[in-house]
């Protein structure tokens, strides 16, 4: 009896998240939402009074305060896998019960973010370092000079669009007390009823070990599945006066696009970054680290033929390649050998560049 009342009040808590009127300026300014929270934890850790970001927002968990509470308490208990169905549903997570190819897809696809952004590895050892695997997933005209960041330039910009599924942060109160390890695999397996060998098993695999990973040299890096670890963490890296960018959309992917306007992040200056990617996960993930040396752009992305905007990028140039891997694809691709040139590249919609604010 107690599990079909369970089942009905979150039903019917979903029907009321799901199918509520816009709320009134009263209920916007009420103290106890999940918002207000995650506000009042913004402000009290980002020193500055710059625009909230909107899109990181976003990406926060939908949860009400009871069904949070109330998935917390199953958490505590170990006995979040009993009401798997109504977790993953009412907290907008991507809990697959079929062996999903696009899972497949977009769990390879990191090996190509890994690429890009750990261009100071060597990959010895690794199969990144085997022109097989490399070349299957990078993108064409995924690296460019910093020199073509000049307003009416054109270029072809690389496929820039995330085809994950939509999911959300978790709350940090559940996420806290949820497996993410190796050594609990088989407890993260039957919290989101991930079958033997299957995709979503590879994907979990996968994302694990990345997470796990030694980090670079000089390198800082955590994946977070909420707002505030992520917050925390880009805070420990580059203290509390931070802003956050990102890529508009995935507009004008595999196709030429002139350069509009464009501006140069920190005036220009070499500056430290920290860069978030999003992670194929049940939950929302974002694998973050630090990008140290690189200067950082935002500019306007035109239609070539009418000058129309069609998005606003974030760029990022790695100013010091000497200890990348010759093998690195954005070598072969610009002609050069390590320590030569700088490498730039996009980020990615739903990506974000944190950088110390101007």
């Known amino acids: 009896m107690s599990f079909l009342f369970f089942s009905l009040f ?3 808590s979903y029907f ?3 199918h509520a009127k816009k709320p009134s300026s009263s209920s916007q300014a009420n103290t106890f939402t999940p918002r207000a929270s995650l506000i009042r934890y913004w402000n009290n850790h980002i020193s500055n009074n710059l625009p909230k970001p909107l899109f990181l927002f976003s990406k926060a968990s939908p949860l009400n305060a009871q069904n949070s509470a109330i998935f917390t308490n199953l ?3 170990n006995s979040l896998s009993s009401h798997f169905q109504s977790f993953c549903s009412i907290a907008n997570l991507y809990c697959s019960l ?5 899972l497949t897809q977009v769990s390879d696809k990191f090996i190509f973010d890994y690429l890009i952004n750990h261009g100071n590895d060597t990959f010895k050892n690794s199969k990144l370092d085997s022109g097989s695997s490399v070349n299957r997933w990078v993108e064409p005209n995924s690296f460019f000079r910093e020199s073509m960041l000049k307003k009416g330039n054109v270029m072809v910009m690389p496929d820039i669009k995330v085809r994950m599924p939509k999911r959300s942060f978790l709350p940090q109160a559940i996420l806290s007390k949820l497996p993410f390890s190796t050594l609990r695999l088989s407890e993260l397996k ?3 009823h991930v079958r033997e060998n299957s995709s979503m098993e590879h994907v979990l695999v996968n994302v694990l070990a ?3 990973s030694a980090p670079s040299r000089g390198e800082s890096k955590q994946c977070v599945g909420s707002v505030e670890e992520m917050i925390d963490f880009v805070v420990s890296v580059l203290g509390h006066n931070v802003v956050v960018r990102s890529t508009k959309n995935g507009n004008g992917s595999k196709q030429n696009v002139m350069i509009g306007s464009v501006k140069e992040i920190n005036g220009g200056e070499v500056t430290n970054l920290v860069s978030c990617h999003q992670r194929m996960y049940p939950y929302l ?3 973050c680290h630090s990008v140290p040396k690189v200067r950082v752009y935002q500019a306007d992305i035109l239609d ?4 129309a905007k069609i998005n606003h990028g974030v760029a990022v140039c790695h100013l010091n390649t000497a200890d990348w891997s010759p093998k690195h694809e954005a070598f072969l691709a610009l002609g050069f050998s390590p320590g030569q040139i700088e490498v730039c590249h996009w980020f990615y919609e739903n990506e974000m560049a944190w950088t110390t604010a101007d």
């Open 16 to 18: 009321n998240v799901s």
């Open 210 to 212: 990345e997470c796990e």
């Open 304 to 307: 070539v033929e009418s000058k």
């Open 10 to 12: 979150l039903l019917l």
């Open 285 to 287: 993930l974002y694998y």
């Open 98 to 102: 079929e062996d999903d190819h696009q």
């Open 190 to 192: 039957g919290i989101f």
């Open 75 to 77: 958490a505590t208990q």
